[in-house]
């Protein structure tokens, strides 16, 4: 989704923000723009790819020691130059924007009476001409224009403004959306991730809700909501340049699913050392919170969702302890019944996403006060307002479709199912430490099923030409196979639907015939049988079966009916593994069809925006 970038500094400028924006991509974006400070305002802009804009920078000879720059998804008018970021007003001041301006229209229309003409249909263009406007009641104080603009602003919004009078000034500020500034020496930056400025330092202040801040190449000033002046404090990231290059593979998603081990065995690290695990590993006060909580409730949009929804079955099963896993935003919005007792869990990539953050908000507005948020972001907002935590360590995930942020967030939703059953007394050493070892051999399970690829690849020729796709699961593979149904219509565009195959004679069995392939999840659980009468029924109707079987499920191929075997039953942690074949057959009907793998039609990495 947006992003931005923006720099002071006594070199230029240029090539920092257009490998800024480079480093942004992977968020999805569908314009992209700069304006550097030069004399007077020069800007930049183009349709597509950053790469268009390097283009027409170097053709333009764009130079300037003071400029902002952003990529921009289309929500305010459609992906055209004209809507592009930056937005200028009468020349003299440009903005960049992410977020959204709940009250530009009335806006537009002051400003309009002010005698603002307005060029595109965006709503970031009113926050740029109300700049304009106070710039010129406000003695040309750049840092009191934008604060008085802002508090007339109601939504989201992360800026960053310069103007042509104030050559070596950045004033950025932010709320609902998040804006960092990145500390140089002698130079100083701010960008909406921290992954922009990894090339020109680590050294980081999150800025705060409501936080305006006037920066200079030696000064940086930050004020609070009321105009107070604070101090944040600096961090320096965890993460580095070099941790988000593709390597030797083809693409980012490729690239994640073969990390996946690593991944998990990196995310599990300090669990699996003994023979027991110990709430810590949550937060601090973890084992106070567990001890007084007595449901769980799951918020999160997407595959982080269906993270969630598997995590419901281990919580309720192995744990004994009521759980709900709800979509973030439907919750934000419904009338739901507080638990003060309930551990309220927010599951999340990037720990940006608006939906899940206004999720947790409203959930403490209720009252909820025992939150844990499970995040692959060290730094994320999401993060950063939870009571508890748990980091996943699959490192930055930059393919739009997430792959090894989610099988490490069911290795830490396993962990915590664990540590729950352990506070309820559902679980002795013994079966303790034999789950523990499960996840110790967890990594090396998954790099066998990954030796599958071939395998795959050769049934995913097959779907390169269908036009829909039936997934089924049962039980906990459930929500595996609407995960499974997801990434194949997120990166091949292919229609897929997930059902529990019990579901199927209630409907979705008119679907089937010769052209609908149906791919099945089929671990060796309690539920194999019923599964196995559910494929009859769709073999009786000439539908096409493709079968992810344990090799103890003793499903064999025969006409009409595709087999893949994984090695035997893994237990609990099955669905982890059942899920990595679903990844790579998304993957590769994607590449027959010739899509966008890593950036997909329509759709953002982050979804900064509800
Ligand atoms: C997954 O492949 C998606 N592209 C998407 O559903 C994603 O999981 C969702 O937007 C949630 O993102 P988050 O985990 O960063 O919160």
Redesign the pocket.
């Known amino acids: 989704m947006c992003g931005i970038v923006g720099a002071v500094a006594q070199r230029n400028v240029v090539p920092i923000l257009l490998e800024g924006l480079r480093r942004l991509e992977y968020r999805g974006y569908d314009s992209a723009g700069l304006v550097v400070v030069n004399g007077g305002l020069q800007r930049v802009r183009s349709i597509g790819r950053v790469a268009s804009l390097t283009e027409a920078t170097s053709a333009q000879k764009t130079h300037g020691h003071l400029g902002i720059a952003h990529t921009r998804w289309a929500t305010h008018g459609a992906p055209t130059e004209h809507n592009a970021h930056p937005h200028v007003s009468r020349d003299d001041i440009a903005v960049v924007h992410n977020g959204i301006i709940e009250n530009h229209e009335a806006l537009r229309a002051r400003l309009r009476e002010l005698g603002y003409v307005f060029t595109s249909e965006t709503d970031t263009e009113v926050i740029v001409h109300l700049i304009h406007h106070h710039f010129h009641h406000a003695e040309h104080d750049l840092l009191a224009a934008v604060q008085l603009a802002v508090a007339e602003l109601h939504g989201a919004y992360a800026i960053g403004v310069v103007a042509q009078d104030a050559p070596h000034r950045l004033v950025c500020a932010r709320r609902g959306s998040p804006l960092l500034i990145g500390l140089g020496i002698e130079e100083n930056f701010i960008a909406s991730d921290v992954s922009a400025l990894l090339p020109v330092t680590q050294k980081i202040i999150y800025l705060e809700e409501g936080d305006v801040a006037d920066i200079g190449l030696l000064t940086v000033q930050i004020y609070d909501a009321s105009g107070a002046r604070v101090e944040r404090a600096s961090h320096v990231s965890e993460q580095s340049s070099e941790m988000a290059e593709l390597g030797n593979y083809r693409h980012f998603m490729q690239k994640e699913i073969h990390e996946q081990p690593r991944a998990l065995a990196d995310t599990l690290h300090d669990a699996v050392i003994g023979d027991s695990l110990l709430p810590e590993l949550f937060g601090f006060d973890a084992a106070e919170v567990f001890a007084h909580v007595n449901a769980v409730t799951i918020l999160?949009?997407?595959?982080?969702f269906h993270a969630g929804s598997v995590a419901s079955y281990w919580l309720e099963s192995l744990a004994g302890i009521p759980c709900r896993a709800e979509i973030a935003s439907e919750y934000r919005y419904r009338d739901s019944v507080p638990n003060p007792n309930a551990l309220v869990i927010t599951?999340?990539?990037?720990g940006?996403?608006a939906d899940?953050l206004a999720a947790l908000n409203h959930a403490k507005s209720l009252g909820h006060h025992y939150t844990l948020s499970i995040c692959n972001v060290p730094e994320s907002a999401l993060v950063r307002q939870s009571r508890l935590r748990f980091l996943t360590r699959a490192g930055p995930e930059i393919g739009?479709?997430?792959t090894k942020?989610f099988t490490t967030q069911l290795a830490a939703l396993f962990l915590l199912t664990l540590l729950l059953a352990k506070q309820r007394g559902r679980l002795d050493a013994a079966t303790e430490a034999r789950h523990i070892q499960s996840l110790r051999e967890l990594p090396g399970k998954v790099a066998q099923v990954l030796a599958l690829e071939a395998e795959v690849e050769r049934w995913a020729e097959r779907f390169a030409n269908k036009q829909h796709a039936l997934f089924l699961g049962r039980g906990m593979h459930y929500p595996i196979a609407l995960e499974g149904a997801?990434?194949l219509k997120?990166i091949s565009y292919i229609h897929a639907e997930a059902y529990p195959a019990g579901e199927l004679k209630h409907g979705p069995l008119a679907l089937v015939d010769k052209d609908m392939p149906v791919v099945t999840v089929a671990p060796n659980d309690t539920l194999l049988e019923k599964l196995k009468s559910n494929l009859q029924e769709v073999r009786a109707r000439g539908g096409e079966l493709y079968v992810f079987a344990d090799a103890d499920s003793h499903i064999s191929a025969s006409e009409g009916v595709h087999v893949i075997q994984l090695a035997e039953h893994a237990g609990p942690l099955s669905p982890i593994l059942h899920t990595i074949p679903l990844q790579m057959l998304s993957y590769h009907a994607a590449l027959q069809k010739g899509t966008d793998v890593d950036k997909p039609r329509n759709?953002a990495k982050?979804?900064t925006v509800e």
Do not use: Y
């Open positions: 999160a949009c997407g595959t982080s599951l999340s990539q990037s940006e996403t899940t739009v479709a997430s942020a997801l990434k997120e759709l982050s979804v």
